[in-house]
């Protein structure tokens, strides 16, 4: 993965030294609240209802041992011994002391990590997808790119000041598993019949209270064009998008209020005037940032022979068969794996991991996967390489620290905000929901027979549960002061994204695990053997899942 | 007379600043000496303005780089205003004049930006800050100019970006 070197430091060092300034001020009351709070959010301190909040960028959710070792020691000594893997593969911890954030900041700066645009109206951290570089459809690793655009936009003098907050996200497999249609810019990687590697780009996805789906506005744009083309976006948003409505300042609002033709040819405009200039991608730049992401030290494995231990090990657990069934995928090198570890065992918050479970996740990665881990927008941990022959002993590590539940993909994988148990903008709790959802789905084997589902709760139509691309959505909502859930069907986040529907009007808490079974139940009676739920619902409807929650009893 | 930073250090501020007309900017009276007229009144009284070297020309928030374009260079001074620190359509703007038209002259922001900014504003090729808060503490200002001194991306301050100069 990117290593810092002196010049990543130095820039970071002194990121640091201004924010424990600028934090000073505030604390002697030299800096107005008002102003603190932009510069606040840009290191990525928000205000919460117990608490602040501090979120902690994952850079395209790859992080090493040592890093991780260090956001135990930061969840251990300035925290309550945990924190929680946001749906942007970031880190938040929910209990720091405003006093001390200019403390933990410099801590992390030690490894790399910081707390930088991961908030505010700025280019926020480029995510990507959790299997890139070790998955079996990928085309181009995705991964040098994220790092050529978290350079980039960081510090950006020109975009820390937009309209409303900027996600870019990029995928290099078939499989979009990093949503790039509903992100500010979306990026996939094609790579031409020529050799020749460059970019689709969507703009204007998004999800929020106006759900979007990205526009493509260049079916390919070369990479070293890359900088040059994100920068045309931005001007051009940055001078045009709304600043009068908060709610209307994402640039969707300003591809759809000019059509997306029409923001092409002004981007395409701006750009001429830049392609070639300095921002312009040279050879030597992206075959630097592809050094930093090439492969392992893998050992040459007979992949024959190394399936075959796996499966007499399988034939003799039925535990361990379920969790290699459900946790663990293909990799692209022979004898090698993807392990997902699940944080979302029935009774704790989805995503959240404790001091002591991130030690144990650094010791598994140093000992399984090179010393690396990834954070997935699921809300899991993905230990990347490991080998086939260790998958057995993993395993059982696995079970031990809470990580085994074999359930990634399932109806109880759920991805789900804090909800209003944290978050001061909730209109409703989350958590609860999760774990009453899990309760109603316990039977493993049923779980496993009901196939992929994704199930998405946001507490709020900030939509941080990413509730509109759920094959099954959540979304909580207030009436006169009492929390009530809107359920939709026929979201996706995957190459054929959609939106969801919404069913109908709004349930009380305490239905909530019945409602979703009662969608289950109408998926599993009228499925044919190759659908999942989100097939069944895109090829009969909405009427028969609505007939159901919503016939009266009597 | 008020004061404002100016190339990094602090200096008198010779400048008058004409604000918005609420009438016709044709009838604003621009008086004699250094002043910065809005571009709605440069745009109206263009034809006795442009004689004298002493008038520059302030763009508010919403008006854009494009519209003085070219003509950039006829000005001593130009102004970027911010109506509220938050709206950063000014730096968008302070790039456009140096690096698409080749402004030469004081590049000032003026309104209602914060210390906080001036690093970036520097950077985005704005040399005077005159802050609209009359109780700004210039000297303490001053030292946020250089809150960073190494950067990622190419700027009006420097053109290469890391990725160019890196060793």
């Known amino acids: 993965m990117y290593i810092y070197d002196e010049y990543d430091n130095s820039i970071l060092r002194q990121r640091v030294a201004q924010f424990r300034d600028q934090t000073e001020r505030f604390l002697a009351g030299d800096l107005p609240p008002e102003q603190f709070l932009p510069l606040r959010l840009q290191n990525g301190l928000y205000v919460q209802r117990l608490a602040p909040m501090l979120r902690i960028n994952v850079p395209y959710g790859m992080v090493n041992s040592v890093q991780i070792r260090k956001l135990a020691h930061i969840a251990r000594h300035y925290d309550k011994g945990y924190c929680h893997v946001s749906t942007r593969q970031n880190i938040q911890y929910n209990w720091p002391d405003l006093t001390e954030v200019p403390d933990i900041l410099s801590e992390l700066a030690d490894v790399g990590m910081h707390g930088t645009q991961s908030s505010g109206n700025c280019i926020r951290n480029t995510t990507s997808d959790q299997f890139a570089g070790v998955a079996e459809d990928e085309i181009i690793d995705p991964r040098p790119y994220c790092e050529i655009i978290r350079q980039w936009s960081s510090f950006h003098p020109e975009f820390a000041f937009l309209p409303r907050k900027f996600k870019i996200a990029v995928t290099g497999s078939e499989k979009d598993r990093a949503a790039v249609q509903v992100h500010d810019i979306g990026l996939q990687l094609i790579l031409k019949d020529s050799g020749e590697i460059g970019f689709k780009v969507y703009v204007g996805g998004g999800l929020g209270r106006t759900p979007v789906i990205g526009s493509v506005i260049r079916e390919f744009l070369p990479e070293e064009d890359l900088l040059s083309y994100l920068e045309a976006i931005l001007r051009v948003y940055n001078l045009s998008g709304r600043r009068d409505n908060k709610y209307k300042a994402r640039i969707k609002i300003l591809v759809r209020a000019v059509t997306p033709e029409v923001f092409a040819q002004k981007v395409e405009a701006e750009w001429e005037h830049m392609k070639d200039g300095y921002s312009k991608l040279t050879r030597a730049e992206i075959e630097r940032a592809k050094g930093f992401f090439t492969e392992p030290a893998y050992e040459t494995i007979d992949n024959a022979a190394a399936q075959a231990g796996v499966d007499a090990q399988a034939a003799d657990s039925i535990a361990f068969s379920k969790w290699l069934q459900r946790n663990v995928r293909g990799h692209r090198v022979a004898g090698y794996a993807a392990v997902t570890l699940s944080l979302k065992p029935t009774g704790v918050a989805p995503g959240d991991i404790t001091d002591g479970q991130l030690e144990i996740i650094a010791d598994l990665a140093d000992e399984f996967s090179f010393g690396e881990a990834r954070t997935t927008h699921e809300q899991n941990i993905v230990l990347a390489d490991v080998k086939k022959s260790d998958l057995f002993a993993l395993w059982q590590k696995c079970k031990v620290a809470g990580f085994a539940t074999p359930n990634i993909g399932t109806i109880t994988d759920i991805i789900c905000c804090p909800g209003g148990d944290f978050c001061s903008l909730a209109n409703a709790k989350s958590i609860p929901i999760a774990e009453a959802i899990q309760r109603q789905f316990e039977d493993l084997d049923y779980v496993y027979d009901l196939g992929d589902i994704d199930l998405n709760i946001s507490g709020c139509m900030n939509a941080c549960g990413h509730h509109h691309v759920g094959h099954i959505g959540i979304l909580g909502v207030d009436k006169s002061g009492k929390e009530f859930y809107q359920v939709q069907l026929g979201g996706s986040a995957s190459n054929d994204a959609s939106l969801g529907d919404v069913l109908g009007p709004s349930f009380g808490a305490e239905v909530m695990p019945e409602v979703i079974q009662k969608l289950v139940n109408v998926y599993v009676e009228n499925r044919t053997d190759e659908e999942l739920f989100i097939d069944t619902y895109r090829r009969i409807g909405a009427a028969p899942f609505k007939e159901r929650v919503y016939a009266k009893a009597n | ?167």
């Open chain 2, 1 to 167: 007379m008020p004061k404002l930073i100016k190339d990094g250090v602090i200096v008198e501020n010779t400048w008058a600043l004409i604000a918005k007309p609420e009438g016709d900017a044709a009838e604003v009276a621009v008086p004699a000496g250094q002043v910065i007229v809005p571009l709605s009144v440069w745009v109206a009284q263009k034809a006795q303005l442009q004689t004298r070297a002493d008038v520059g020309v302030w763009l508010d928030s919403d008006e854009v780089a494009e519209s003085i374009g070219e003509e950039a260079n006829h000005f001593p001074i130009i102004g970027v205003n911010f109506p509220g620190f938050m709206d950063g359509r000014a730096f968008s703007t302070a790039r456009l004049l140096r690096e698409r038209y080749g402004f030469k002259g004081e590049l000032r922001a003026v309104g209602n930006f914060i210390r906080d900014q001036l690093c970036y504003l520097r950077r985005c090729g704005v040399n005077a800050f005159a802050f609209a808060n009359p109780e700004a503490d210039l000297e303490i200002a001053v030292k946020s100019l250089n809150d960073f001194n190494e950067y990622y991306q190419a700027s009006v301050d420097q053109p290469l970006p890391l990725f160019r100069r890196r060793a």
